[in-house]
């Protein structure tokens, strides 16, 4: 390990998870290039059972989840990171009501993911990071953020690339012989995942929620749109749950006579509504024609072709609770 010292970021951590067998005597060897101090810590097996003991004796059991990436780090894997994965099944083997907080910049695999109760991605929670998951754990705030990027199984699920194991030798990242493979052109992201259908463990925009919504009365005008024109929508939501909420309304647009090839869906407007319980509203959005087209690469310029196109109104880019057609012309 390279151990870059203090500084901003704090010292470098290297976990590694091992099997050991009982009753035999184990040499541990630990290089570092770097100044002192370095120190070694390991996790005894029994503190994980002894764990697991707390987690089955208690109402709820929350466990705390990281990765290891500081700035100027590049990621070195997608799972979790040395027994944490460990630690979270045997919580979950002693106990159904299991909470796993995610302290993680980006996402990572989850293969307990339909074993917990509750999932909570922390992000970036910075100093009232503490209050505020508090806050959302006692039911003191509803939860309304969305995921900013889609979640997926595996890591082969990213990449339309060669995959390798991290981080060598993957064409997408972090590239071979010095060179990265862009080779996903306008299918970034869910445009990725919907055109190449791969289910998402969870989608692009997706978030929960204390309460419910739904969606009702999508209106379009015109249904024929100049090429030089505006879409107009309205969309009624509602809060059915109990709970005063925010919903993140999302529409997404489909070209259905592209010429060139285009992503099956892609997001074009936004809009969070505050709602109390029973309360509706309508949410509106305008949309430029021109923010309908794409990049012409032949003419070397936007273009907004005549076609039919369709609106989706939903809860995420894979919950469209609502849609509707119309012509531009």
Known sequence: ????????????????????????????RVEADGGAPVS????????????????????????LAKTDTTYGDDRKQFGLSGNQNTVIDAVTEATDDVVVLLNTESPVAMPWAE????????????????????????????????TPVTFAESLEDYLPGGVATLPEEAEAYPGVDGTVHY??????????FDARDVEPLFPFGHGESYTDFEYSNLRVNPDRVPRNGQV??????????????????QVYVRDREARVERPPKELKAFEKVSLEPGER?????????????FYDEEADDWATESGTFELLVGHSSRDVRTSKRFEVR
């Open 232 to 249: 107009n929508a309205v969309v009624h939501v509602e809060n059915t749950g109990d709970r005063a909420g925010k919903e993140v309304v």
């Open 281 to 293: 509203c309508a949410v509106a959005f305008h949309i430029d024609a021109d923010d309908l087209g």
């Open 40 to 63: 070694v810590e390991w996790t005894r097996p029994s503190a994980i059972e002894a764990v697991a003991e707390v987690a089955a004796e208690a109402d709820v059991a929350v466990v």
């Open 1 to 28: 390990m390279d151990n870059l010292g203090g500084g901003f970021a704090g010292p470098n951590t290297e976990r590694v998870a091992t099997e050991l067998e009982a009753s035999r005597e184990y040499t541990i």
């Open 115 to 146: 074993s917990v109760s509750a999932i909570m991605q922390l992000w970036f929670p910075g100093q009232e990071g503490g209050r505020a998951v508090a806050d959302l754990l006692f039911g003191h705030a509803n939860p309304s953020g969305r």
């Open 183 to 192: 080779d996903e052109g306008v299918f970034v992201g869910y445009r990725g």
